[in-house]
């Protein structure tokens, strides 16, 4: 995607810990979403920052840093079902989504 | 229905032909938005629609049109298919069209242009 990177894939094991990053463009930016999407699914919500900080939600916690352009998702005491792919997205200047490519995340027992 | 439904499920289309991509939200969501998937690169916006009534163009409106006579409805048509159009299509809504609002999908027509 426009101007959004993040690493293609990934792989973790099964009850540890992951952190997917995501580096974007700072000017105009109005905060950064997290889907996830299963294969042959529809993305689905997880999280929305737009202030600095980490907010965490059960075993997903998303950080922001404004000032560098750069949020992170981190998964813990992951589960098989956790196998996706976690989608970046920016809200620019005009208020529109630019998505990143997405990473897959492949979980091993 | 509950959320957001779009049909065909999946389609197969000779190149040239007409076809239209439906899309309905029970959600009463001010917002919808067409996007296409293709693998190795993020969501493309097609269209999208802040409002019944409105429609705007995204990253890549080319060969598509939609129209907005209501707020559930939101149909996407390709007047005459081409190979490269070729994609998953998702259709999806949100309360408003600022994007600060998470986006709720439909579960994707898989469409294969030959």
């Known amino acids: 995607g426009q101007n959004i990177d993040q690493p293609t894939e990934m792989t973790a094991t099964e009850g540890a810990i992951v952190q997917i990053n995501c580096t974007y463009q700072t000017s105009g930016f109005n905060g950064l979403f997290w889907y996830q999407q299963h294969a042959g699914e529809a993305p689905t919500f997880l999280s929305y920052n737009v202030l600095d900080g980490l907010e965490e939600k059960g075993r997903f916690s998303s950080f922001l840093s404004r000032s560098k352009g750069y949020s992170y998702l981190l998964l813990k005491e992951l589960q098989m079902k956790d196998s996706a792919s976690y989608l970046c997205?920016?809200?620019?200047?005009?208020?529109?989504?630019?998505w990143g490519a997405g990473t897959k995340l492949i979980i091993k027992p | 229905i509950a959320g957001i439904t779009q049909a065909p499920t999946s389609q197969i289309l000779a190149a040239g032909r007409r076809m239209t991509l439906r899309c309905t939200q029970d959600m009463r969501h001010n917002a919808m938005y067409w996007y296409r998937q293709d693998l190795g690169l993020g969501l493309r916006l097609i269209h999208y629609?802040?409002?019944?009534?409105?429609?705007g163009k995204g990253e890549v409106p080319d060969g598509y049109s939609v129209s907005r006579a209501n707020t559930d409805d939101f149909p996407l048509t390709l007047a005459s298919a081409v190979p490269s159009q070729t994609s998953v299509y998702f259709c999806?809504?949100?309360?408003?069209?600022?994007?600060?609002?998470?986006?709720?999908f439909g579960p994707g027509t898989r469409l294969t242009v030959l």
């Open positions: 999806a809504s949100s309360e408003t069209g600022i994007n600060t609002h998470e986006q709720f």
């Open positions: 629609s802040n409002t019944a009534g409105t429609t």
């Open positions: 997205a920016e809200v620019d200047s005009n208020y529109q989504l630019i």
